[in-house]
């Protein structure tokens, strides 16, 4: 399978009061066509900014992607003009936000929020873009879509605003879909039905996904490959498979055994990775998880370690100690 | 009862009211009677301007020497001014003229101001500092000095009336919405607009200004009311409309000065009009207010 979408060495910065902030530090990673992608890390790894990126939307004056290249199709999107890059978000690529109680606009209804992409990126008219509204909504499961059409955001319960959402991003058929926090919003069993539905669709449409999210439960169900973010930078890349059962970065494996688990003794305690994600404007000139580091050694804190193969499948890991690692059970 | 009035309420509930505008307007008398009075009165002034032809039988223009400043009585009723004209005749006249150039003018300056103001915030940085700096230049001058400053440049017809009533309201509308519209540009739905693709006219208009319509509506009212007392200004001046239009500001000058202790009802008249029209119009557009804040305020 062919690459849909390829990353090289991007680099995207804020420039804010207290230093250059760089949210996402030289990384490269891929999207194949039809693939569901996870990118995982805790809160201000550089995750939704990616995605930011890639749609070309980080505010600006602030934010400004200074390096790399965001291949798309073959395409260098970052190439494209304000005009062309137009008529790639929403038609060719397609975004899912965290928050559905505030990603609709509260005083438009849910007809005109569906059709009015339609009418603009595929040029519907307004008959034909309501049968295609009437459909989508059938599609992402809400019941009696004629009626729901007339009705107005406040009407719509959590789960089904962000099956709206859903709706909307599938609208144009795009081929790929960012999903940033798709479910975080949402009570614990609405999200495992909105992620069921997300992966179903995309499977039946053909449209590949990045699942932007800090649940590891997620990412295990419902992710092909598997990206882990910390401090800007990619720091393992692998099949979902590999990542959960052989994990070779410390941060990785961190994570995993911060997530509670159903076949554990009941007694058994969490464990938390120490300290706190480091401040992006004053990154340690070595491995930036090294002072949370329980397999830390002396070159950790002087030297950057590469991304490199630790296994087959494309598993890669950014660790000096990635070897000692093979020995430490995943999960 | 307590079911009665339960079920009642569940009806309610259940999706919205088969005619929520008759609804609004009866809850609007219930909690806000000032508000209510204001709005009959302005009601009352639109029949008024719009069946003038059929409420009296005088020509407001028509000059009748044998009936020159004849006081109130059966025939003519607010009595007449100095050309024989009837009184009332060139009041319910002089209605058109008022709600024309003060709906055309709020209209035109609240929509241009929502418009620019929104504009403004959605565009933030550069783009929002040369506006709001053009908008204080405009804020400096006081409201009537600027439209008499258009008016002298652009001579007195009557579109050229409204374009200069309505050039001052611009940056006062502007300023407000702008406001409103900030806190709108940093919701997640329209981060959601730009990820859609849509371009920048569409977002303004299409998904930010309905979001406004709350503080839009309550300008509209107020510029109502300071329009149609700039229009009864500047006719006063000699700089508005022109003889012999029936015009309530054209009414108080001239020979009504004349003849101020003579025949007072050519000016009383045309006073009370402009009063009760502006102080209507006001007391509509505070109600509307307080009816629309609260919601705006939980949105």
């Excluded at chain 1, 070309?56 to 190439?79: M, Q, T, Y």
């Excluded at chain 2, 009837?86 to 609240?110: E, K, M, N």
């Excluded at chain 2, 050519?266 to 804040?293: E, K, Q, T, Y």
């Amino acid at each position: 399978m062919g690459s849909l979408l390829e990353v090289r060495s991007l680099v995207t910065q804020f420039v804010t009061r207290g230093g250059v902030v760089r949210a996402v530090d030289d990384v490269s990673w891929d999207v194949a066509e039809g693939e569901t992608v996870a990118l995982v890390g805790e809160s201000g790894c550089g995750k939704s900014v990616s995605a930011l990126s890639i749609m070309r939307l980080v505010a600006g004056p602030a934010g400004r992607i200074v390096g790399g290249e965001i291949l798309f199709k073959g395409r260098d999107l970052l190439g494209l003009s304000e005009e062309e890059m137009r008529h790639v978000r929403g038609r060719e690529i397609a975004m899912i936000f965290q928050e559905p109680m505030t990603s609709l606009n509260p005083v438009l209804s849910i007809g005109r929020q569906l059709t009015e992409g339609l009418e603009t990126h595929l040029g519907m008219g307004r008959e034909p873009a309501r049968r295609r509204a009437v459909e989508l909504l059938g599609l992402v499961g809400i019941p009696d879509p004629e009626r729901r059409l007339a009705q107005y955001p406040h009407q719509f319960s959590g789960g089904m605003r962000q099956r709206m959402m859903i709706a909307m991003a599938l609208a144009c058929d795009p081929a790929l879909i960012l999903a940033d926090e798709p479910t975080t919003a949402l009570d614990v069993t609405i999200q495992a039905q909105i992620l069921e539905l997300m992966k179903d669709l995309s499977r039946r449409l053909g449209a590949a996904m990045l699942i932007i999210t800090h649940n590891l439960g997620v990412v295990a169900r419902y992710a092909d490959r598997v990206n882990v973010m910390y401090a800007g930078k990619i720091v393992e890349r692998g099949t979902a498979r590999e990542i959960y059962a052989t994990p070779r970065h410390p941060y990785t494996l961190g994570l995993l055994r911060s997530v509670p688990r159903l076949d554990e003794p009941e007694r058994a305690r969490l464990a938390p990775i120490d300290g706190q994600p480091p401040d992006l404007t004053r990154l340690p000139p070595g491995c930036a998880f090294a002072p949370r580091c329980a397999f830390r050694v002396e070159r950790c804190a002087a030297e950057v370690p590469p991304l490199v193969p630790v296994a087959g499948d494309g598993h890669v890991s950014a660790c000096w100690e990635a070897a000692r690692l093979a020995g430490v059970a995943g999960r | 009862m307590a079911i009665e009035r339960a079920t009642e309420r569940l009806g309610e509930l259940d999706g919205a009211p088969a005619r929520p505008w008759v609804d609004a307007a009866r809850d609007f008398v219930r909690r806000r009677p000032l508000g209510a009075v204001g709005a009959a009165v302005v009601l009352l002034m639109l029949v008024v301007a719009l069946l003038a032809n059929l409420l009296t039988p005088y020509n407001p223009v028509a000059v009748d020497f044998a009936a020159m400043l004849a006081p109130p009585s059966a025939s003519h009723w607010l009595g007449t001014d100095a050309f024989g004209r009837d009184v009332l005749a060139r009041l319910i006249y002089g209605s058109r003229t008022a709600l024309f150039v003060g709906f055309g003018a709020a209209f035109f300056g609240a929509t241009v101001g929502a418009v620019l103001g929104v504009g403004s915030a959605y565009f933030g940085g550069r783009v929002d500092l040369y506006v709001q700096r053009v908008m204080d230049v405009f804020l400096s001058f006081p409201l009537i000095i600027l439209a008499l400053a258009i008016v002298a440049i652009l001579g007195n017809n009557l579109p050229n009336l409204i374009t200069a009533i309505t050039i001052p309201m611009i940056p006062r509308c502007a300023l407000v919405i702008r406001a409103s519209a900030l806190s709108i540009r940093e919701m997640p739905y329209i981060d959601a607009a730009r990820a859609a693709g849509f371009g920048h006219g569409r977002i303004i208009l299409r998904h930010m200004l309905p979001n406004v319509m709350a503080p839009y509506l309550i300008l509209l009212t107020a510029f109502l009311g300071q329009a149609i007392l700039l229009e009864a200004s500047l006719s006063f001046l000699g700089l508005g409309v022109q003889e012999p239009t029936a015009a309530w500001g054209l009414m108080l000058r001239g020979a009504a000065v004349e003849f101020a202790e003579a025949a007072p009802w050519m000016a009383i008249f045309p006073g009370l009009a402009i009063s009760l029209a502006v102080f209507a119009f006001n007391l509509f557009g505070d109600s509307l207010r307080d009816a629309l804040d609260p919601r705006l305020r939980t949105q």
